[in-house]
């Protein structure tokens, strides 16, 4: 039976775009690759704004999600340089991504989402009023597709195979998550470490969790290094001492948006969210919030359109859909893309300037969790970068 809409993934984008569909009406299919709930590779950290557009679609992130909350911070930079500060005004959330994402897929679910693990989309087809999707055992049709098949996205290069080349992915991302168990001495259980000097365009983090910490390395834009080899560094110079060696380290890839790519996020019919319309943010590949917001859009463009298709025989989808993307994330998109320039390119000179500047401080963390906007803090950089003369 034709569907009105086929989720692929159930990650975020996927779970947050099935959630508002069936909540609408619509009869929705999420098809997942993996056998469910599955680990994905995620240091876990939400930001304030990721908490809040959960709340306004009345999700809210009850404590039993929540694996640990952290106000205290410790920055490390080139030349041994750091320094700390406690952020009370709002504490850090960190989830474990298999519950979080488990916890959004029910809500699709409960809304009527109909959910099938264990299912790989082969390949997709738009045809006329319809697209076709294809796996290894089924075929389906929907009116609409949402791809939020992640950062290696097969729809996106469907929905972009004109254009070959122009997906390059700029960042990656590892994690490893460590057992309290099987560490020797613990000293990290209520601090988040953030260091800026393993890696030239990108940090490194140590999230403590309720059970075991993540430590992983994220690079933001192009840097040949090998990642496995600076994490073990990291470790050392952390001097985290393991009793099993047996923990895994993953990663992929970090799709990160780019105003300068000329990038296909949708057609009439097919809609690429989260990771895989490239909607990681450039300064510190936050995704799960980009990641909601596309994925609540693409299903509001679909219900927009079902709703007003007679009344309306001119509204366009696509077009819908990047005006809402383009409203609601862009903007805020293209700052963390220059901040991340101007940022990564003067590292030394940033360093005095928080280190010396505790206001500024405070703002950088009030941009990162989304309670100031990345244009206020690339204002005050801007003045920082006119005062010293910076070159970008
Ligand atoms: C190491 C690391 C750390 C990170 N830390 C953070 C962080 O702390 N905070 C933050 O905000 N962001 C973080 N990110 C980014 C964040 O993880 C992503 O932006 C986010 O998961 C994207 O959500 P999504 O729903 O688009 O994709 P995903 O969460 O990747 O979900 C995609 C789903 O699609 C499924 N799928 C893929 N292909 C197919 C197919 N062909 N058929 C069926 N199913 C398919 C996959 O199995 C998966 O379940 C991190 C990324 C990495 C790599």
């Not at 996205?153 to 700029?170: M, Q, W």
Request: proline residues 3%; charged residues 25%.
């Amino acid at each position: 039976m034709k569907k009105d809409l086929i989720v692929i993934g159930a990650g975020p984008a996927g779970s947050s775009a099935a959630f508002l569909a069936a909540r609408a009406g619509l009869d929705v299919l999420i098809l997942e690759k993996e056998s469910w709930p599955r680990y994905k590779a995620c240091g876990g950290a939400l930001s304030a704004k990721t908490v809040d557009i959960l709340s306004e679609h009345d999700i809210q992130i009850g404590p039993e999600l929540i694996k640990n909350q952290i106000s205290e911070f410790k920055f490390s930079f080139p030349g041994r340089e750091e320094f700390g500060l406690n952020y009370k005004k709002t504490p850090i959330k960190l989830i474990n991504r298999k519950t979080f994402d488990d916890f959004l897929l029910k809500k699709a679910a409960a809304a009527g989402a109909e959910f099938i693990d264990q299912m790989e989309v082969l390949r997709v087809k738009e045809n006329g009023n319809e697209v076709l999707v294809e796996t290894l055992t089924e075929n389906y049709t929907s009116q609409f597709l949402v791809a939020a098949d992640g950062a290696n996205s097969r729809t996106a290069k469907y929905l972009n195979r004109e254009k070959k080349g122009i997906i390059k992915n700029k960042g990656i991302a590892i994690e490893a998550e460590i057992e309290y168990q099987n560490l020797i001495d613990n000293n990290f259980k209520d601090q988040i470490l953030i260091d800026f000097k393993h890696l030239d365009n990108g940090y490194g983090w140590v999230f403590p969790k309720k059970d075991f910490l993540s430590i992983g390395l994220g690079i933001l834009n192009f840097e040949k290094v090998d990642l496995n080899k600076i994490l073990a560094e990291y470790l050392r110079e952390l001097n985290i001492r393991i009793k099993k060696d047996d923990f895994l380290v993953k990663g992929h890839p970090i799709p990160v948006y780019s105003d300068q790519t000329e990038f296909k996020r949708a057609s009439n019919r097919i809609f690429l969210a989260g990771d895989a319309a490239y909607l990681a943010d450039a300064f510190i590949g936050e995704g799960i919030y980009y990641s909601l917001v596309s994925g609540f859009a693409a299903a509001e463009t679909i219900v927009d359109y079902l709703d007003s298709n007679s009344a309306e025989p001119n509204y366009i989808p696509a077009e819908n859909y990047e005006f809402k993307l383009k409203n609601n994330i862009f903007t805020e998109l293209k700052e963390a893309e220059k901040i991340a320039r101007l940022f990564y390119n003067n590292k030394k000179i940033v360093q005095l300037l928080l280190k010396s500047r505790r206001d500024l401080l405070i703002i950088f963390m009030d941009a990162v969790q989304g309670l100031k906007s990345y244009s206020e803090l690339g204002n005050l950089f801007n003045f920082f970068k006119n005062l010293f003369k910076i070159k970008i």
